[in-house]
């Protein structure tokens, strides 16, 4: 199925994904009905020109799909399976085998159908995520409440959302609360509590709560929008093993028409066999060597794994990303944001003597509450989080890479690092033995004063993970390599580094400075995955064999540089990715195998026990869609997430 099939110009009418190919079914019925009606015919002592009109009906309807593909690879100067079993099937007409041939295009049409048919299963799991847009929505404009079409929706725009509703738009809440299932973005099968200022998807469905949402982009532009037509592609893209069978059957299927030319002449001319027997054989032998089961083996897995994973977040752009993933033998991460929560938190409070946690806390937030620096509003969101009573600034100074200047009830503050407290007296011993065991610990160290006196420290750290220690453990019991790549200093890091379990780290670099170690790993180890946030990293994100996303639903910069993105938040989905990816190369090889294996042993029937044509065709077509069931089957039941999934379902 092309791209241009998918294409997200608007949602005025969304594609109709019922299958437009109607003409290939009735097909195979009517070869199959010209058949048996062709069998009767001569039983029936029939004239002989109605019995060879049925078989020209057979093998019109029978062939229409394989002759219109041959011509069109044989215009593009290619050579592909479909001419192979025209060439038999007319081959078998030749020799007055009629029936035999037609059957042999009969299934041979049929194993296409089965095929479509249950690729296209795996497909409607992505093309059914349209059905998440509503056709109209309720918009506020000028004070008026309009039912517009989703695609008249325009950025800035009040859209109004009732309870149970799916949601239209990405936007923000700007007032309301509610309980949001975010599953068809991120996959998680828990609703996401949500309140005024926080972000919203389209596609998603309200919960129980009235919802006035914002919208931030036009319908076109959405997350669920992007992510439709980034699998599309991916579905569409191919992976290594799959670029190698294309190159492979050409080859091949020349090597089988040369084969059987010379086999068709040289043993009669040899004396070994007469000439309409070994026609046929030859016959039978171009069809049992045709390779169909080996190039169907690796789209059907392929597909099946891409749109697998998309139905749980997990977003593979392509079979080369699938693929490759499993190969990797290091894992670079990002600390910020993919090893850590990302956000500043205050961890610990030292009060000088004769001041009190909460006085402290005061000062320090009334001082730093004009401030937009990621530890003020930490500091901030604590004291307010504890219900303190701030005091608003008379004057307010904040000096870029130390701290703020305020003046709170007529008195100077000081907020920031320690070495902007210069000029005023000694730090006490005991809060300078405190500062030393924060800041070794990994922790930001805040100093507080008020005009000549220590008011005491803030220390705050970024939260590492609770699944990062676990999902390290899990790559390094599959023999990766874990490091950390990180802009932070070496000392933070190593901090994370040693909670997590990982032994190597690379500290205070820039963007460009960690595309360089990217490289440097992949001299010293191999393939390379790096995993994070697709903001700063995405230099590394693109240089590496594999880029993976973390939590990057409604992240433009993750979605177009890394290869894998990671739709939720939860670090953990990085082992269920790898584990995919694994699953879905054993099932390539696996069918492979089996393709190669059936091969072998019909071509050996051909000339061990003269194989008939319909038992070869039947084994022929049949392992064509076993290596189809195979892909679909074995992976469909694959990501243990999902048993997860309805783990936490039930204990809600």
């Not at 995520?129 to 309720?138: D, K």
């Not at 937009?372 to 930490?378: F, V």
Request: a negative charge; proline letters at 4%.
């Amino acid at each position: 199925m092309s791209t241009s099939q998918t294409r997200l110009a608007g949602f005025d009418a969304p594609p109709d994904w019922r299958n437009q190919d109607w003409l290939a079914p009735r097909l195979v019925v009517l070869t199959l009905i010209a058949i048996g009606f062709s069998f009767l015919a001569e039983r029936a002592a029939v004239p002989a020109n109605l019995i060879l009109a049925l078989n020209l009906v057979a093998y019109a309807a029978g062939g229409f799909y394989g002759v219109s593909s041959a011509i069109e690879s044989l215009l593009q100067g290619k050579i592909d399976v479909d001419l192979i079993m025209v060439l038999a099937a007319l081959g078998a007409a030749a020799i007055g085998q009629w029936h035999e041939g037609a059957i042999l295009l009969f299934l041979f049409s049929l194993s296409n159908v089965l095929q479509d048919y249950a690729i296209g299963r795996s497909r409607k799991a992505i093309r059914s995520l349209f059905t998440l847009y509503p056709e109209v929505a309720r918009v506020k404009r000028a004070g008026q409440a309009l039912e517009l079409k989703i695609s008249d929706i325009e950025i800035g725009d009040t859209v109004l959302i009732e309870p149970a509703e799916r949601i239209p738009v990405d936007g923000l809440i700007l007032a309301g609360q509610s309980a949001v299932d975010e599953s068809p973005v991120n996959g998680e099968s828990i609703p996401a509590d949500k309140a005024a200022g926080d972000q919203v998807f389209a596609g998603t469905l309200n919960g129980p709560g009235i919802l006035d949402v914002v919208a931030q982009r036009a319908a076109e532009q959405t997350t669920l929008s992007r992510i439709i037509k980034l699998v599309e592609e991916a579905q569409d893209s191919k992976a290594p093993t799959e670029r190698f069978l294309e190159r492979f059957e050409q080859r091949y299927a020349m090597l089988v028409i040369l084969a059987v030319a010379l086999f068709i002449f040289l043993p009669p001319a040899l004396g070994f066999s007469d000439f309409q027997s070994n026609f046929y054989r030859a016959m039978v032998l171009m069809t049992v060597a045709s390779p169909c089961a080996l190039v169907i083996s690796v789209p059907s897995a392929i597909i099946s794994a891409i749109a697998s994973a998309a139905r749980d977040g997990v977003l593979f752009k392509g079979g080369a990303s699938l693929e490759l993933l499993a190969g990797a033998k290091v894992f670079a991460f990002d600390k910020t944001g993919t090893l850590t929560i990302g956000e500043a938190r205050v961890s610990d409070i030292v009060c000088a003597a004769h001041v009190s946690e909460s006085e402290l806390l005061a000062v320090a937030a009334s001082a730093e509450a004009r401030s937009e620096h990621p530890l003020a509003k930490a500091i901030v969101g604590r004291a307010r989080g504890s219900a303190l009573a701030l005091s608003e600034p008379a004057e307010f100074k904040a000096l870029p890479g130390q701290g703020v200047i305020a003046k709170i009830n007529g008195q100077k503050v000081r907020v920031g690092r320690l070495a902007s407290m210069s000029g005023g007296p000694p730090m006490p011993d005991d809060l300078s033995a405190r500062q030393r065991a924060l800041e070794a610990a990994g922790q930001t160290v805040v100093a507080v004063m008020r005009g000549q006196a220590w008011l005491g420290l803030i220390a705050l750290a970024d939260e590492r993970r609770a699944d990062a220690a676990p999902t390290i453990a899990a790559l390094k019991s599959r023999g990766i390599v874990p490091v950390i790549l990180t802009g932070d200093n070496q000392r933070v890091a190593e901090s994370i580094a040693g909670q997590v379990g990982i032994d190597r780290v690379y500290a205070g670099l820039l963007p460009d400075e960690k595309a360089s170690i990217i490289g440097q790993l992949r001299r010293e180890y191999g393939p390379v995955a790096m995993v994070g946030d697709g903001i700063n990293d995405a230099p590394a994100l693109a240089l590496a064999d594999i880029g993976i996303a973390m939590g990057a639903a409604g992240t433009d910069v993750a979605l177009e540089t890394a290869d894998v993105v990671l739709m939720g938040d939860r670090l953990e989905r990085i082992g269920d990715a790898l584990r995919l990816s694994a699953r879905a190369r054993q099932v390539v090889w696996q069918n492979i195998a089996f393709s190669l294996g059936v091969i072998a042993l019909l071509s050996l029937g051909v000339f061990a026990i003269d194989l008939p044509l319909p038992l070869g065709v039947l084994g022929h077509e049949g392992s064509t869609v076993i290596v189809v069931m195979n892909g679909l089957l074995s992976l469909l039941a694959l990501p243990e997430w999902r048993r997860r999934k309805l783990a936490r379902v039930r204990e809600v």
